[in-house]
């Protein structure tokens, strides 16, 4: 008897001592799929998905703030700011944080910060980050953005700068053109306070460094236009609208002003046919047409031809311009085509905007605003 008691006790303490040292390999198993799962989800696009799984690995496993990082980033995703900063609040809370998901974390609470408007103290988190990994190109990038959104240009032109030297291939180029954007800013400052001189100087330099941004030769144009030189002003005004061309509609009425004032126009229409001639996005057509219509209505004629199947409002001007020429046969014409729908998005983000900006108010991307719904 004493000896099948001691084989069953012996045969207990195996079996603890198993599960012991078998349940965690099952568990770790587990979290490895569970993990597995979450990428793939997150691959998809299923965010929900993602962030109840993420929520129950924060639940087993809430030791690894990694987690807690992935899942506020989702959150400001998913537009709940005000979690996401109390995630990342949460983790930097912790004494014993690594530092380098101290870093992640500041990262994402100036992120966070910025999403809401707050750019100072997002600049501040970031500030502290960049201080904690000066070498991150990440952080570094994020706090260039906030400096621009701050409008603090000399320090965003700094930040850029630093990061240029950084980074190789695309990302030097994208940290020269941000650096370009943020000499932009600068020249606009120094034109509203009146240094002139100054400003030129700038807008020359920013256009030297983006050289493919219509923001910043938007700068040059009005820089050239208040110091009263016309054959830099007109260059820089075409260069504007045809490199920011779902701007036009903002940019030609600004030229046409600043022509009107000086006696340019005729010097202005040649450029406006210049690029009439070429353009194939709706917008810039639309805009070119309305100003070149009175003068020369064949050519304005045949560019919203080229472009009403693509755009109500090539479309709608292209009837018009007909009705007005008497020609009530090809406005009838024009009036019955279907067109396709068409609006503004972020191309670096894909969100929806509602007027045109040289800048997405939601990512912060310069140049980055497209005609949606349109073939090229």
């Known amino acids: 008897m004493s000896f099948v008691l001691i084989a069953l006790v012996c045969l207990a303490i195996g079996f603890g001592v198993g599960w012991w040292y078998v349940n965690p390999r099952r568990l770790d198993r587990d979290n490895v799929a569970r993990r597995n799962r979450v990428l793939y989800e997150l691959a998809e696009g299923d965010r929900e998905n993602v962030a109840q799984e993420l929520e129950q690995i924060c639940e087993s496993e809430p030791g690894d703030p990694t987690v807690f990082l992935a899942l506020a980033a989702l959150d400001r995703r998913r537009g709940r700011i005000e979690r996401a900063k109390a995630v990342h609040r949460t983790v930097l809370a912790s004494a014993d944080l690594p530092s380098e998901q101290r870093v992640a974390a500041l990262v994402g609470l100036g992120r966070d910060l910025l999403a809401q408007g707050n750019e100072r103290a997002a600049v501040g988190a970031l500030v502290r980050a960049v201080s904690l990994a000066p070498r991150s ?97 007109l260059e820089s005004w075409q260069r504007a609208w045809e490199l920011s061309p779902v701007g036009a509609r903002v940019l030609v009425p600004e030229a046409w002003d600043w022509a009107s004032e000086n006696r340019r126009q005729g010097d202005l229409m040649e450029r406006m046919l210049s690029s009439l001639r070429i353009a194939r996005e709706a917008q810039l057509v639309v805009a070119l047409a309305e100003r070149v219509a009175r003068q020369h209505p064949e050519q304005a004629a045949g560019a919203l031809e080229r472009v009403a199947d693509r755009s109500p409002s090539a479309q709608l001007s292209l009837v018009r311009l007909r009705l007005a020429r008497g020609q009530r046969e090809a406005a009838r014409e024009a009036a019955m085509r279907p067109p396709k729908s068409s609006g503004l998005l972020c191309m670096r983000c894909g969100t929806q905007m509602e007027r045109f900006a040289f800048r997405c108010g939601s990512c912060g991307a310069w140049d980055s605003a497209a005609a949606a719904g349109v073939e090229a």
Not at 172 to 184: E, I, K, M
Request: proline share 2%; aromatic share 4%; glycine share 8%.
């Open 137 to 233: 190109v990440a952080t570094l990038e994020t706090l260039a953005r906030a400096l621009e959104r701050a409008g603090a240009w000399e320090r965003a032109a700094a930040a850029w700068e630093r990061l240029e030297k950084q980074v190789e291939g695309r990302r030097a180029q994208d940290a020269r053109a941000g650096r370009g954007h943020s000499v932009a800013g600068q020249a606009a400052e120094a034109l509203e306070d009146g240094e002139e001189r100054k400003a030129r100087k700038l807008a020359e330099r920013a256009v030297d460094l983006a050289p493919d941004s219509g923001h910043c030769w938007a700068v040059r144009a009005r820089v050239e236009s208040a110091l009263g030189d016309p054959i830099e002003a």
